[in-house]
Structure formats: C-alpha cells, structure tokens
C-alpha cells in the first residue's frame, strides 16, 4: 500500500514548481533567452518538477509492486497501463526524456523550447499533480 504521507510530502514539492513556472506563463522569448539566471532558474524549476513526477511515481510502482522500471520513459509507461496516468502518455514521455537532456547536458536547450514547456506544457503538471492526489485520497 502506497505512504499517502510520503507522496503527499512529494506533491507539496510538486506544486510549489509548477506554481513557480506558472508565474512565467507570460514571459517573452526575448526576456528568456536574455536573461541566463532566469534562463537556468526555469531550466532547474523544470527538472525539478519533472524529477517530482517520476519520484512520486516509482514510490507508487515500488510500494504498489507494479513493475521494475528500468529508466524514466517506462515509470510512465507503468502508471498509464495502471490507470494512474489517464491520457497524454506521450507527453510525459517526452517530459521524461527532456528531463534526461537537462540533467545530462546532452545538448544546449533552446529558448523557445524551454518557453514552449512553460506556455504548454505546465498544465500536464498540473493534471499529473491531481491524478496523484485522486490515488492517495
């Protein structure tokens, strides 16, 4: 049986980033690719969100005995063939996979990509942080 105290813990991590990168939801492209502070303050704000999601979710796979995910893309995988995650898979897929070019610095992130994840990708946090919260409860 999952902790419910623990993933609680987890998504209060979990909202306070997306409240933080919803703060920006008006940023221009030109702001962002100007300012480097601001630039790495929502690259980090990101990854951290991301890292959220998929830490709340192994903690469920774990606890739940769903599976052994082997990288990041299949605790995903596991919580949508769960009913966990409900649509969008794809989408937190590639969140997934963004998150390993930003903690591994595979390539140099490019401005308009990371706005385009504030702009619209924001509110998979926000569905993904309400599916969580639908588990425990």
Known sequence: MVDAEVVRNKLEHLEEYINDLEEYQDLSLERLAGDKVLF???ERTIHLAVDSVLNIGSHIISD???GNPKVNSEIIEILAENHIIKENVESYIKMAKFRNVIVHDYAEIDPEILLMIIKENVI???VIFRWYMEYID
Do not use: F, G
């Open 64 to 66: 739940e005995r769903l």
């Open 124 to 126: 998979d946090l926000k």
């Open 40 to 42: 790495r303050y929502l």
